[in-house]
């Protein structure tokens, strides 16, 4: 490796510059790469497939808004990651495989996917024991459409928004747990899911479906 930055800091210098290549970055010390190709006009991001992202517990916003962005990530170490929030937000040409990533130490993944207009890849395999907020996840992610059946959502607190504006989302998460005090508002909100295929909470109290629900504070 040519290049090895200890800060998140150095690390965002390099990629500044277009002329280093992402796989000659060291990325072994970098524990937090929140926004770190925000809004990025870079075209060529081979070579990120090979960072080291071991110590890495912040990836918000990582790629938001980076629309060249869609490279493979699917080697990356992500078992300390407890924040994805909006990761993918606006990375509208993405759509790489993500099943084999560990996130059973994330906590918030709101709008993790949002706007990834060409996202459609399997995420059942995922761990969101700990996941808190889902929010707008999937808003206007207009081509998922994957089963998610398997995840475990007790623990989360808010699913407002969640497949607003998901068009082609269709898929049978009836068994879907939803915590007493769990924010479900506008859901599934221009979202074409059969009812059958809610979650059955959702299904029992439908006048609730498009409301807020209250919670203990």
Request: proline content about 3%; charged content about 25%; aromatic content about 12%.
């Amino acid at each position: 490796m040519k290049y090895k930055p200890q800060t998140k800091e150095e690390l965002k210098e390099l990629i500044k510059d277009e002329s280093i290549h992402l796989g000659d970055i060291d990325t072994t010390h970098i524990t937090d790469m929140m926004e770190l190709f925000r809004n990025s006009k870079r075209t060529d991001f081979s070579g990120i497939e090979k960072w080291n992202t071991s110590k890495v517990e912040n990836m918000a916003l990582m790629f938001e808004g980076a629309t060249n962005f869609n490279q493979p990530l699917s080697s990356w170490d992500t078992s300390k990651v407890e924040n994805m929030s909006c990761m993918f937000y606006n990375a509208t040409n993405f759509n790489q495989p993500l099943d084999s990533w560990n996130t059973s130490n994330v906590e918030n993944m709101i709008g993790m996917f949002k706007n990834a207009t060409n996202f459609n890849q399997p995420l059942n395999s995922w761990d969101i024991s700990k996941v808190e907020d889902i929010y707008s996840m999937f808003a206007n992610a207009t081509s998922f459409n994957q089963p998610l059946d398997s995840w475990n959502t007790i623990n989360v607190e808010n699913m407002s928004n969640m497949f607003q504006g998901a068009k082609s989302f269709n898929q049978d998460i009836s068994s879907w747990s939803i915590n007493e005090y769990c924010y479900t508002d506008f859901m599934f909100e221009n979202c074409l899911i059969s009812e059958e295929n809610k979650p059955q909470a959702l299904q029992e109290n439908k006048e609730e479906n498009n409301s807020t629900k209250t919670r203990r504070m």
